[in-house]
């Protein structure tokens, strides 16, 4: 199995940047590809990045506007999300989530991901 322990999360205004990081461990880390979701109230998961398990292919949904960044540090078994210039909408409960099912490649699929962390409160005020 694997655990997943998110951190980083917070309240921020309108603007500012956090950095979510998502500590991994109970199978080699680089035997997973990884992904970052969030959920706000009354809405469905949604994915925000991706990342395979070399860090060399990431994923962004299609809408993406630059303002996040997944990396990953397999050294540390941490994966990270830089997220800038954040906005109200991007209130949201953050997931960290992890696929063993194709780790060379990366995934928007809710479904691919066997493993998630608890998650991590991101509130951005205006």
């Known amino acids: 199995q694997v655990q997943l322990v998110e951190s980083g999360g917070g309240l921020v205004q309108a603007g500012g940047s956090l950095r979510l990081s998502c500590a991994a461990s109970?199978?080699?880390?680089?035997?997973?590809?990884m992904g970052w979701f969030r959920q706000s109230p009354g809405k469905e998961r949604e994915f925000v990045a991706g990342?395979?398990?070399?860090?060399?292919?990431?994923q962004y949904p299609g809408s993406r506007d630059g303002r996040f960044t997944i990396s990953r540090d397999n050294a540390k078994n941490t994966v990270y999300l830089q997220m800038n210039s954040l906005k109200p909408e991007d209130t949201a409960v953050y997931y960290c989530?992890?696929?063993?099912?194709?780790?060379?490649?990366?995934?928007?699929?809710?479904?691919?991901?066997?493993?998630w962390g608890q998650g991590t409160q991101v509130t951005v005020s205006s």
């Open positions: 989530a992890a696929t063993d099912r194709n780790p060379d490649g990366t995934t928007a699929r809710r479904d691919m991901y066997s493993y």
């Open positions: 109970g199978r080699p880390f680089t035997y997973l590809g």
């Open positions: 990342i395979s398990r070399s860090g060399g292919n990431t």
